[in-house]
């Protein structure tokens, strides 16, 4: 079974910085890309950020030079660096990792509960 827990979110004031982290554990093969979207209410869920196992990089538009992605392969863990942050931020962000589990012949998209991020003005 294989899980991904996140964990960082919380209440910042505009202009302010948020670090949420993202683990994947369990019975895992290999991880491919690992990445963030968020959901606004009354919102669909959008990429905020993706990067691949090897380190490539991929930003949504409304984000790029304040967010920055990255990961830690040895401990299957993906972060989401976010400076200067604004009230549009706010969002439900949830983790997402295209990994293969031991026993699987194919990949899978695994999400995370979510954490909830909130700028306030």
């Known amino acids: 079974q294989v899980q991904l827990v996140e964990s960082g979110g919380g209440l910042v004031q505009a202009g302010g910085s948020l670090r949420l982290s993202c683990a994947a554990s369990?019975?895992?093969?290999?991880?491919?890309?690992m990445g963030w979207y968020r959901q606004a209410p009354g919102k669909q869920r959008e990429l905020v950020a993706t990067?691949?196992?090897?380190?490539?990089?991929n930003y949504a538009d409304s984000v790029k030079g304040r967010f920055t992605i990255s990961r830690d392969n040895a401990k299957n863990t993906v972060y989401l660096q976010m400076n200067s942050l604004k009230p549009e931020d706010t969002a439900v962000y949830y983790c997402?990792?295209?990994?293969?589990?031991?026993?699987?012949?194919?990949?899978?998209?695994?999400w995370g509960q979510g954490t909830q991020v909130t700028v306030s003005t």
């Open positions: 369990g019975s895992i093969f290999s991880i491919n890309a």
């Open positions: 990067i691949t196992s090897g380190g490539s990089t």
């Open positions: 997402n990792a295209d990994l293969r589990a031991l026993g699987s012949y194919w990949s899978n998209r695994y």
